[in-house]
């Protein structure tokens, strides 16, 4: 029998599974940069970490520090990698030049959900499509909810969208933002509500889930609902923790990472961000979703973005191929 103990102290949450005849050995640090009650944490990891603890068999521990107290979101990365935590997920685009091929995700009116794109992204690592991962062990690539455009003002149309000061992820991101006209500003998603707030900022290109997940939902009312694009989402381990664990440990973290890591996430993301949308529409927000000429208008509008990529990035026709191919089961705007 396992026994799973959930504590909480000074925002940092332990779990731990405890046999009959041993106490967990190793007590893993993981970093997050979701705060303590972000539904990241609540809903997609801390039900994760019973699954790696109850497989481990008692082996293992974990410390979950959040809100970035461990790492701050550009430091996630090589905060794994030197060791400074054990393991951490992070976003592909707050490490530029890292994740060349996992930028295929920022690409607008490609993937529509998370649901379908984190198995995708999940596929293109496991065929050797993604670099950037060198010194780490990767437990799962995923992808983040769909960005949409939230304003602080009030919207009619995509023409709306022309000047605005818009918070991206990414230089792919930042490259659709300019060829709507609006004007790209790079921030973690952490820094987005504080300025807003000051009005440095008048909109964000996010998902309708970072819209409650980070505080921004009481200081946007306007919201274009097209599909802008993603972030690149990975779940990697210090190369020694992994190493210093045994080979059954292993091979039980792998059977909950991966492809069922993905779809956990992808699956989780997907429904919170249908419910932050529902709630938002409910309370009067004005939300503008494109009719099909609208959207022609849009691919025209973007796309010097994607031949752009393609460009530039390794083997890029490629991947934009094959991520098309692996979303083919879902419908694409």
């Not at 990241?40 to 790696?52: A, K, M, Q, R, V």
């Not at 497989?55 to 090589?78: H, K, M, T």
């Not at 794994?80 to 690409?107: C, I, K, N």
């Not at 505080?215 to 779940?235: E, F, Q, T």
Request: some cysteine; proline content about 5%; overall charge negative.
């Amino acid at each position: 029998m396992h026994r799973y103990v959930l504590g909480i102290c000074g925002g940092v949450a332990l779990f731990a599974g405890v046999t009959a005849s041993a106490a967990a050995e190793k007590s893993l640090r993981f970093a997050s940069i979701a705060g303590p009650t972000a539904y990241i944490n609540t809903g997609i990891l801390e039900p994760w970490f019973e699954d790696i603890v109850k497989a481990c068999n008692g082996e293992i521990s974990v410390e979950l520090l959040s809100a970035g107290s461990a790492a701050r979101p550009e430091d996630v990365f090589e905060s794994v990698q030197d060791g400074l935590v054990d393991f951490a997920w992070g976003v592909m685009p707050f490490s530029p030049g890292r994740f060349p091929e996992g930028s295929v995700l920022e690409l607008p009116l490609l993937a529509r959900t998370t649901a379908e794109a984190s198995p995708a992204m999940w596929h293109l690592w496991e065929e050797g499509m993604l670099s950037g991962f060198d010194g780490v062990q990767v437990l799962s690539v995923a992808s983040s909810a769909v960005f949409s455009f939230h304003a602080a003002s009030d919207l009619s149309d995509l023409d709306g969208l022309k000047g605005m000061r818009t918070r991206v992820s990414g230089a792919t991101a930042s490259d659709t933002m300019t060829a709507l006209g609006a004007t790209p500003l790079g921030l973690p998603i952490p820094a987005v509500a504080e300025n807003l707030a000051r009005k440095t900022v008048d909109a964000v290109a996010t998902d309708w889930y970072a819209l409650e997940g980070w505080g921004i939902i009481d200081l946007v009312s306007a919201h274009i609902d097209i599909p802008l694009g993603a972030a690149g989402i990975y779940l990697i381990m210090n190369s020694d923790t992994w190493a210093g664990l045994s080979p059954d440990c292993q091979n039980g973290i792998n059977d909950v990472s991966g492809l069922a890591f993905a779809k956990r996430w992808g699956n989780g993301l997907t429904a919170r961000s249908a419910e932050t949308r529902a709630k938002l529409e409910a309370r009067g927000d004005t939300i503008i979703v494109p009719d099909d000429a609208e959207i022609g208008r849009l691919r025209e509008m973007l796309a010097s973005v994607e031949a752009s990529w393609i460009e530039s990035t390794p083997n890029g026709q490629a991947v934009i191929d094959r991520f098309r191919e692996l979303l083919a089961g879902g419908a694409q705007p």
